[in-house]
């Protein structure tokens, strides 16, 4: 099945991020988090959901690392959850971050974007900020949330209940994931198109990221 072409909406979607840009409201959702307060006891310390996820995603080594933070942010938020997915990568337009074809376990990241954070930013977080953000949209649709705005509003209401209000994640789910490519010429870049490949070991279902 040619699923490459059964995009959802995230090309306008992503157009309306680039939009955000330009100095237009993004979505904002003022309901207090549930998350945000709960406490969780480590080694003898507490710490808040805040801290855990700040730390997980500053930490986090891979696509499926971060992927775990998606899962378990949205579970804490929202209490949706979905299993099973896998994650494609490939040489997108660059105005594409990612997408889920309708009616797939599929998400298509775009991996010449992400190297393209990972080079200008050399942060580790701010590229795991990146992913999270992008990935967290996609799995969202892949719940049932199709509108554009309601995944807008989600994914800023997820990162700011889960990460705080003061982290890259929530800035860039208010702004956009491509605030963090602000100044970098996107259209200046020429990628070389590469095969299309599937992320190994991205979902483990028996296996917990350890903080
Ligand atoms: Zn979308």
Redesign the pocket.
């Known amino acids: 099945m040619s699923w490459i072409h059964q995009k ?7 157009s309306h991020h680039v939009s955000n840009l330009l100095g237009l409201q993004s979505p904002r959702d003022e309901r207090s988090g549930k998350a945000r307060n709960n406490r969780k006891l480590e080694a003898g310390k507490e710490f808040s959901t805040a801290e855990v996820y700040r730390s997980r995603i500053s930490k986090a080594e891979s696509f499926g690392e971060v992927w775990e933070i998606v899962k378990d942010t949205v579970k804490d938020s929202l209490g949706e959850h979905r299993v099973g997915m896998m994650l494609f990568l490939d040489d997108l337009p660059l105005h594409l971050g990612a ?2 074809p309708l009616g797939t376990n599929n998400i298509v990241l775009n991996r010449t974007l992400v190297q393209i954070v990972e080079v200008a930013t050399k942060s580790k977080r701010l590229v795991n900020g990146f992913v999270y953000s992008l990935l967290v ?2 799995y ?2 892949a719940l049932g949330h199709i509108p ?1 705005a309601e ?2 509003s989600l994914v800023y209401k997820i990162s700011r209940e889960c990460f705080g209000e003061d982290h890259i994640v929530t800035s860039l789910a208010e702004k956009s994931p491509w605030a963090l490519l602000r100044g970098i010429p996107l259209r200046g870049i020429e990628a070389p198109r590469r095969a299309m490949e599937i992320v190994k070991d991205f979902e483990k279902p028996n296996q917990r990221y350890i903080v």
Do not use: M, P
């Open positions: 959802t909406a995230c090309d306008e979607g992503f997408y889920h949209h996609e969202l649709h554009e995944v807008r």
